[in-house]
């Protein structure tokens, strides 16, 4: 069990550029979420993915916003045109399909917005 | 009023105290509850995962829900400074997404 990984660590760029971020779910889950963490707040929902299907969108992500899983097994997110309100821990989390089991997160990409 | 809410501390106790996290909810459909441990600069870490109502043990760790006051709490025994770390609460809120509710996490430190 290789658990949730996440790529880069940490992204730091300027406003107004691209930023993309994968997550690899543990290999038998189905489900892929993705959260926002700021500062001295639990993390929040974003998006959910089961296995390619994107079934699921927060109100906070806005049309800069886009995720994919193209093939049910990694996943990208994209924020266009960054502003400094996107600075936060983005984490992504998996688990399997079966309703009610628990997710389990991976270390996150901290986003730094100059 | 937030769907969970949680004293975000901080707290500071010696190493070997007992700790008692609590948070509060405000949904009585919520049915599953969470424990998550998160160090600086890491995901949170899956520590304990309740159905319902009683008391769930593991080791040092024990989570108790308590529905009819809609409240959860876990209990650190023997705390160690590897402890110090924080502590989020969390439930499922509700469909098919079964999307994570967080409460804010409770910032603990065990002092050697």
């Known amino acids: 069990d290789t658990g949730v990984s996440q790529n880069p660590r940490h992204k730091i760029t300027k406003r107004g550029q691209n930023v993309t971020f994968r997550c690899d779910p543990i290999s038998e889950h189905n489900r892929l979420y993705w959260y926002r963490q700021t500062l001295g707040q639990g993390p929040e929902f974003l998006t959910y993915?089961?296995?390619?299907?994107?079934?699921?969108k927060s109100r906070l992500l806005s049309d800069r916003f886009s995720a994919e899983r193209p093939k049910g097994s990694f996943s990208t997110l994209e924020i266009q045109r960054t502003e400094q309100g996107d600075s936060a821990m983005y984490l992504c989390?998996?688990?399997?399909?079966?309703?009610?089991?628990?997710?389990?997160f991976g270390d996150g990409t901290r986003l730094s917005i100059l | 009023q937030k769907e969970v809410e949680q004293d975000p501390g901080p707290l500071s106790v010696p190493e070997g105290a007992i700790v008692s996290l609590n948070c509060t909810y405000s949904n009585s459909a919520f049915q599953y509850f969470m424990w998550y441990r998160q160090y600086s600069r890491k995901g949170p870490e899956l520590l304990m995962y309740t159905y319902s109502s009683g008391n769930k043990e593991d080791g040092r760790f024990t989570a108790q829900v308590d529905k009819s006051s809609k409240y959860i709490s876990l209990f650190i025994r023997d705390s160690q400074p590897s402890d110090s770390a924080t502590y989020l609460c969390a439930t499922f809120g509700g469909g098919a997404t079964n999307k994570l509710i967080f409460g804010t996490g409770t910032l603990l430190a065990v002092q050697p």
């Open positions: 989390a998996s688990s399997f399909k079966d309703s009610n089991q628990p997710q389990h």
């Open positions: 993915f089961q296995n390619e299907a994107q079934l699921e």
